[in-house]
């Protein structure tokens, strides 16, 4: 796997390297071993898929709070959404920045996102499903979440006729430390 890691201190985007033969390729897409050696968090406890029927669906931005706070490790694996991770640690030096990237089914990129960062996506095809795996078990009681358009973080999403949004979503405030 190659790790490159982002703007956002700790947030990696992870490639697969493919050993390709007249079958097709083989690749891991986790290894314990390897995120350990990045320093990021190897524990995975729960397996997640968002499958979103519309072009235009956007969820989050979403966190867990503490003292549950979770890594994801994020890939598209059918369709295509625009990524999209806020930081809201407060002593990182890229608080309150964000970072997108296009994850898809053809490029097979993922995210790995750190505790204290806000994930989100909007999908850029229909029949869209999504992949993570999480360092955290999931605490309804801790589900927390910040506007997807709070002019807090300026995030540039794309254009789209119709964007799609679950009421919870739309409810979420402006950030607030």
């Known amino acids: 796997m190659k790790f490159t890691e982002t703007k956002l201190k ?18 891991r897409s986790w290894c314990q071993k390897e995120f350990t050696e990045f320093g990021l968090n190897p524990n995975l406890v729960q397996c997640n898929i968002s499958f979103n029927l519309k072009k235009g669906t956007l969820r989050g931005m979403h966190y867990q709070a503490t003292p549950h706070e979770e890594a994801k490790l994020v890939r598209c694996i059918k369709g295509g959404i625009y990524d999209v991770i806020i930081d809201l640690r407060p002593d990182s030096p890229t608080f309150k920045d964000w970072f997108a990237i296009e994850l898809n089914s053809q490029n097979r990129k993922m995210i790995y996102i750190p505790e204290g960062m806000a994930h989100g996506c909007q999908t850029l095809a229909d029949n869209t499903e999504v992949f993570y795996q999480m360092s955290e078990f999931y605490y309804a009681e801790l589900a927390r979440g910040v506007r997807w358009d709070d002019p807090s973080f300026s995030i540039d999403w794309p254009e789209i006729s119709q964007r799609v949004i679950s009421e919870k979503d739309r409810s979420f405030t402006d950030f607030v430390l």
């Open 10 to 27: 700790g947030a990696y985007v992870i490639e697969v390297e493919p050993l390709a033969d007249e079958r097709g390729f083989f690749a």
